[in-house]
């Protein structure tokens, strides 16, 4: 049985979307 | 629990953990960034200023500081614990190794380069490295979130921390001087002592509590002196 790959996209997406919003937010703030 | 199998089904089955977390997740986010713009609006009021929409909260500071805080914990947590019961034993709990695995393994039992079986990964059989950095790629993976969300941390915690300062009439800091402040320490620590705390509490508790048909549980008869998956 494959793991599913959607899901893995899903969740590093999720993480990278995070730290990229926090760094834009921090840039856009400071 | 039986009859429709379409493929959709089968994949919420097979992905139930991770969808449901992940469910969890947007959900609780979402929860925080209203109570959030609530608690914050109320501060607001409270000195004279006017309330801030809800898309200008989330694009806040003080919000990115309060989410950004939480997850840098979150990883750090993940990476100590990936990172330390490589080293270290804790006899009878099921989180650990045995005493005689303490270490990074021989490269017949992690199954790398020509050890490597068919349907191991590539870069495990690749060597060089690309096996060395297959081999430390989730502990460096939680170690770059942690440090990505503890500088974000750093800088939005500074600047919301700023917005205070200036409200009640006080110079604002530097960057670098918010790193030595109180602030900044009492927002990471507080974080830090409740992983440490959830973690190692769990990894003793867990030699002597089951939790019937939990991958993170002992089997309910097995001894209390059973450590990791040893019978």
Known sequence: MRPARALTVFWTTLLLAGLVYFLVIGALRR | ?231
């Open chain 2, 1 to 231: 629990m039986s009859a429709t199998r379409g493929p959709g089904r089968r994949f919420i089955r097979d992905n139930g953990l991770g969808l449901a977390f992940g469910a969890g997740f947007l959900a609780t986010l979402a929860g925080q960034a209203a109570a959030g713009q609530v608690q914050f609006n109320a501060e607001q009021h409270a000195v004279g200023l006017p309330s801030i929409s809800f898309s200008r909260y989330v694009t806040s500071a003080s919000f990115v500081a309060d989410v950004a805080e939480n997850w840098q914990s979150e990883y750090l947590q993940f990476f100590l614990y990936v990172m330390g019961t490589v080293w270290l034993i804790q006899r009878g709990s099921p989180e650990s190794k045995t005493a005689d695995q303490a270490g990074r393994e021989s490269d017949q039992d992690q199954r790398v380069g020509e050890h490597a079986t068919a349907d191991s990964p590539h870069w495990a059989r690749a060597g060089g490295w690309r096996t060395a950095l297959y081999s430390r790629s989730l502990g460096l993976v939680m170690l770059a979130i942690f440090l990505v969300s503890w500088s974000a941390q750093s800088v939005a915690g500074w600047v919301a921390y700023n917005e205070t300062r200036l409200r009640d009439l006080q110079a604002p800091l530097e960057w670098r001087e918010y790193l030595t402040c109180s602030d900044f320490w009492s927002r990471t620590l507080q974080n830090w002592q409740s992983e440490l705390l959830a973690v190692g509490s769990f990894a003793v508790l867990a030699v002597y509590l089951r939790e019937r048909g939990s991958p993170e549980s002992k089997p309910v008869g097995a001894p209390h002196s059973s450590t990791g998956t040893e019978e």
